[in-house]
Structure formats: structure tokens, C-alpha cells
């Protein structure tokens, strides 16, 4: 008798889901908030893009521009968007009722979402984030498995079909400055966590 197996992700998606965890649990100590964050990884190591805010869709579709433009600019070989949300899961029976939106459901569960992706492959993780009774940030849970398949949405297909050439890098680049967005070439250290 032969098993399905899931399939194991990519290393490089594995590594970057594990750097976007620690970013978001050392982000929810000190602040109490994620703020949507595009992290790349590139040749120069993990590069951080994050907008000021994000306060209506038309800022949401901007985001998601910008983080392709981000790709290219840095020739990202992989990439997670980094997201607070609100998340509501099926019934045991499998059944979701799609008109009532997340945030406006009463059995919605606050989550970070990992959306990762490479050239190959897409997949996405939640962590749920605990508070006491009183509302104040105490841990990050356990991470969801991994999921890989094709992602629909804003936040989706935000890497190149090819590897951009040098000029396409630098156009990217100079409309990142041009739009005044905050990019760090670094990587985070788990350790401050």
C-alpha cells in the first residue's frame, strides 16, 4: 500500500519560514504588532522591506507592487510575506461560511502568516499568536505544516518568471527609493528573541 506524501518544501523556503518566525516573535515582544514586512532572500543575505501602513486596500495593492518590484530589485531567490491577520478556520465537518469575513467573525483566531515563495514553489504557515486575559502578547504557538499548492490573491506570485538583468534590478531599485521605502540588508539574529 503506497502513502501520499506531502511534500517536503524547499530548503531555502524552509530557512526563510524559520528566519520570518523569529523576525515576527522578536517584533511581537517588543512592539505588541506585526507590521506587514516583505522579507527577501538574496545574495546580500535576508533584505527587510516594510511599508509605513497599510490603512485601505488600495495601500494593500501598492504593498503587493512594491514587494515585485522588491523582487526584482534584489534578485530575490526566494521571499515571505510577513502579515498579522485574522483567520478563521472550518468546522470539524469542513464547513466555512465564506460571506462572513475574518475580522467580523466571532471564532476568528489572530495569526502571523508566512506567504513564501521561490521561483518554484508557493506555500503558506500560520502561527497563532497567544495573549493572556488581559490582551497583552505572551508566546507565538506552534507553526501550521507548511503548505505548498498554488496561492490566489493580493500577496501572491510576487517573484519574477525570470531572473531580472541588471538594468531591470536598477529601475526596480531606483522606484523603491523614488517611493521612500524602508529596506535594511540584513538579516535578523534569533538570539535577541
Known amino acids: 500500500m503506497k502513502r501520499n506524501r506531502r511534500p517536503q518544501p524547499p530548503e531555502r523556503l524552509q530557512a526563510l519560514a524559520s528566519q520570518a518566525a523569529d523576525y515576527a516573535l522578536h517584533i ?8 506587514p514586512t516583505v522579507i527577501a532572500d538574496t545574495d546580500e543575505g535576508y533584505v527587510f522591506c516594510m511599508p509605513n ?24 531567490r526566494a521571499l515571505v510575506m510577513v502579515v498579522e491577520s485574522w483567520v478563521r478556520m472550518a468546522s470539524d465537518n469542513g464547513h466555512l461560511d465564506p460571506s462572513i469575513r475574518p475580522s467580523e467573525a466571532s471564532d476568528r483566531k489572530e495569526m502571523v502568516a508566512l506567504l513564501l515563495e521561490d521561483h518554484t514553489a508557493s506555500g503558506t504557515t500560520l502561527i497563532p499568536i497567544l495573549r493572556d486575559e488581559s ?7 506552534q507553526p501550521s505544516v507548511l503548505d505548498f499548492g498554488s496561492a490566489e490573491g493580493r500577496f501572491s506570485r510576487l517573484m519574477p518568471v525570470h531572473r531580472p538583468n541588471a538594468e531591470e534590478a536598477a ?4 522606484t523603491l527609493l523614488s517611493l521612500g521605502m524602508n529596506i535594511q540588508r540584513q538579516g535578523f539574529d534569533p538570539t535577541l528573541n
Open 171 to 174: 529601475r526596480a531599485r531606483n
Open 28 to 35: 511581537m515582544r517588543t512592539t505588541g504588532a506585526v507590521p
Open 53 to 76: 501602513e497599510l490603512a485601505d486596500e488600495a495601500a494593500k495593492d501598492r504593498f503587493a507592487e512594491v514587494a515585485k518590484l522588491f523582487a526584482i530589485g534584489y534578485h530575490a
Open 135 to 141: 490582551g497583552a502578547f505572551t508566546d507565538l504557538g
